[in-house]
């Protein structure tokens, strides 16, 4: 029998791993056609004239699209937008540039190296005017920005009162830079119409999200839009919404009256689709001298485009993490010409708690203080802004566990106190947090004649387990062995479910498949005993009970009969039932978050700088965890993008024109095998009842938070150096 928490296998790894999974880009659609996309080169302007003559006599050339010739949308194809995940795009209405890299014309040939061929002979010629594209110059300047829920500033406490009385007080700031997602796949789009209805292979984190958006977009009834995506190589935020190029495919093939696939090329993933945005925080900490924090400030000013909003929420976790009676976040938006940000795996925490579990780090330093017990000196029992008492909260056995694992107790707090192999060695430690995040969701569990079961929602897999948990939770609430459970996802057409973001699939979408599970069954027992031919005609459905496949009575020793008997003596149809599964309305009483501890030991090198991470010990309170071995995966897959926002990942521009200048896997740096050391990670496995039913919560996003800080801190244990702007390049750490 299957069991929650079990270490299964993938259920779709011998799919993945033998190449019969297909992705977006890789269905084969007969007379398909071929798109690319043209982008801007300049960052603000206009599009004074774009020459196409010799494009669309090149060979094999179907259609050109540009701004003159595109078929007009409703509302200036703004009808989709619905902030934040409902994006303004760039949809050939008009002749405004607003950022280099921006959609300005679609080419269709019957190959793509035709299509490519073409898309290079178009002249195009620009009125250009100044553009906005020095951060810390339009700081002065910045707008609030709020964050769906969270509002741009939060303030408890008399802050300016406690700063005054501090008797310790840190001011510093912290700075992450602009990075790119660069999932492997990149975004791809296979638009066909029949008719007046539209099928959509897109890559997605949502394909709910793109048939609504694209629906409104286009001005058609969102019924006439269907949405398959069965596998996402890779998404991380920036496949959360439905971006130009979805659109843009769909219109391509509407005039060219044949499919169109449209899939960007890797330049095209910086600037059209979203990425970090750069941050700029100012964290002040004040307290007693025994650490008793007195007041914690956290200001952060994040970049956004010239035409949209967009906030990284960085001092979100600062509003909850630590206990203090003033409290002051404030998040300012400056307006670049630069394409829109959005969301990257754990959006805010990730790059909040690297600045402040490094400012924690420092303030440990200064009053000689274990960075452990000054974390424990202001741990939080309830939420210190909202007042909510936490849903589940096993921080303090995190930190516990953590020193154990990872042999804390040892360190000598002294910076540069270690060498080993010719290295300064560090070890630091630093805090994860993230939301725990529900939406409702809804599934589809039915019994077949073939004697198997199906399970499907209409949600996503981005390579975390989505089909095999969807399987296991099922086979665990049938009692049924897993292996004879099909999952289906991926498809509009399928009960729907939320956006794979935020952390909520697993907790959002295995309720549904429990619930569905439970009403499926209870479905079939019914029909058992309302069966007049069958063995339990006469019985009541509460005196039957269902395992391994077999109907039978309670307490009967008798084999019973298996459902698919059942059902080939009922016609061969199938047997099933759907659910929803949402929020209780209970769970809005509590804070809901999940927790963990960070350890981390690096080598650095005197000579070069050049930081090696020698091992990572994360400890995580994220509620049930429903299967082992994908879980801790996750988690381990989070630690390496922490560890590649400590020491690897930024984006730079060319300051005059906007553009990108590392725009490619070989310039823009991001963790290999060779950059990552020894991972251990562990779960307490403490089920939050108080926020599911499965007590499971999210651990796509944890995994990255508090790492790159606690990386950070190690550095400053081995080198005695404070390094407070990520990435931490060598060029820092020398002389």
Request: aromatic share 6%.
């Amino acid at each position: 029998m299957t069991a929650i928490g079990d270490p299964l296998i993938r259920v779709d790894g011998h799919a993945k791993v033998t190449g019969a999974a297909k992705y977006a880009a890789e269905f084969d659609i007969p007379n398909i056609a071929h798109a690319v996309m043209v982008t801007s080169t300049i960052p603000n302007g206009r599009i004074t004239s774009m020459i196409t003559v010799k494009a669309q006599s090149a060979p094999g050339v179907v259609i050109v699209l540009t701004p003159a010739n595109a078929p007009k949308l409703p509302q200036g194809g703004k009808a989709g937008v619905n902030p934040p995940a409902g994006r303004v795009l760039s949809l050939l209405q008009d002749n405004t540039v607003l950022y280099n890299n921006q959609p300005i014309a679609v080419v269709v040939a019957e190959t793509l190296d035709q299509a490519l061929y073409a898309a290079s002979l178009i002249d195009v010629k620009y009125q250009e005017d100044t553009p906005k594209l020095d951060f810390e110059a339009g700081m002065p300047a910045a707008h609030p920005g709020s964050h769906g829920k969270d509002p741009a500033d939060v303030s408890e406490g008399q802050l300016n009162q406690a700063l005054a009385a501090a008797e310790v007080k840190l001011d510093e700031i912290y700075t992450t830079p602009i990075q790119n997602h660069n999932p492997m796949e990149p975004h791809a789009t296979i638009a066909q119409w029949d008719g007046d209805k539209l099928t959509l292979h897109d890559a997605t984190q949502y394909i709910s999200g793109v048939k609504q958006t694209v629906a409104k977009a286009l001005g058609i009834p969102q019924e006439d839009v269907h949405t398959i995506c069965p596998f996402t190589g890779g998404g991380f935020g920036c496949k959360g919404s439905t971006w130009s190029h979805v659109v843009l495919a769909a219109m391509a093939a509407k005039v060219a009256q044949r499919p169109v696939k449209l899939a960007l090329e890797r330049p095209q993933m910086f600037g059209p689709v979203g990425a970090r945005p750069r941050t700029h925080q100012r964290i002040v900490l004040a307290a007693k001298r025994d650490g008793t924090l007195t007041a914690i400030a956290h200001h952060v000013h994040s970049h956004t485009s010239v035409f949209e909003d967009f906030t990284e929420p960085s001092s979100v976790q600062t509003r909850m993490l630590y206990e203090s009676p003033s409290i002051s976040t404030s998040q300012r938006l400056v307006s670049l010409n630069l394409g829109t940000p959005t969301f990257q795996r754990a959006p805010g925490e990730s790059t909040g708690t690297f600045a402040l579990e490094i400012a924690m780090d420092e303030l440990a330093c200064k009053l000689n203080i274990d960075p452990i017990e000054l974390r424990l000196k202001n741990y939080a029992e309830k939420d210190p802004t909202s007042k909510k008492p936490f849903s589940s909260k096993h921080l303090r056995e995190c930190y516990q566990q953590g020193v154990e694992h990872f042999g804390w107790s040892k360190r000598n707090p002294a910076p540069r106190s270690i060498k080993r192999n010719g290295e300064l060695i560090g070890l630091g430690v630093a805090t994860a947090t993230y939301p725990a995040n529900r939406s409702t969701a809804n599934a589809r569990v039915q019994f077949e004649p073939s004697g198997r079961v199906a399970v499907a929602s209409g949600s996503q897999e981005l390579g975390t387990g989505m089909y095999t948990i969807m399987a296991q939770v099922a086979a665990a609430t049938l009692k049924l062995p897993v292996d004879i459970v099909d999952a289906r996802l991926g498809d509009s057409t399928l009960p729907k479910a939320p956006v794979s973001g935020g952390s909520q699939s697993a907790a959002s979408v295995t309720p549904a498949v429990q619930a569905a599970a439970k009403e499926a069954q209870l479905t079939l027992l019914t029909a058992a005993s309302n069966d007049a031919r069958g063995p339990f005609a006469g019985t009541q459905p509460d005196q039957l009970v269902f395992e391994n496949g077999m109907i039978r009575k309670k307490g009967s020793s008798g084999t019973g009969e298996h459902f698919k008997d059942f059902l080939a003596r009922n016609g061969n149809n199938p047997i099933g039932a759907n659910a929803s599964a949402e929020k209780d309305q209970d769970a809005e009483q509590y804070s809901t978050h999940s927790w963990g501890a960070v350890f981390a030991e690096v080598g650095v090198d005197e000579l070069t700088g050049m930081v090696h991470v020698h091992r990572i010990v994360g400890v995580y309170d994220v509620g049930t965890l429903l299967n082992q071995r994908t879980g801790k995966s996750q988690l381990i897959g989070g630690i390496v993008w922490g560890i590649g926002l400590a020491l690897h990942e930024e984006t730079h521009f060319d300051t005059r024109h906007g553009r990108p200048i590392n725009n490619n896997l070989a310039e823009y740096h991001v963790p290999v095998n060779a950059d990552i050391g020894e991972i251990e990670v562990y779960s307490l496995d403490i089920p939050d009842t108080k926020f599911n039913p499965l007590g499971a919560r999210g651990i796509g996003e944890i995994g990255i938070t508090g790492t790159g800080a606690a990386i950070a801190n190690a550095i400053y244990h081995a080198t005695g150096k404070r390094l407070r702007n990520a990435p931490i390049t060598p060029e820092m750490l020398i002389g």
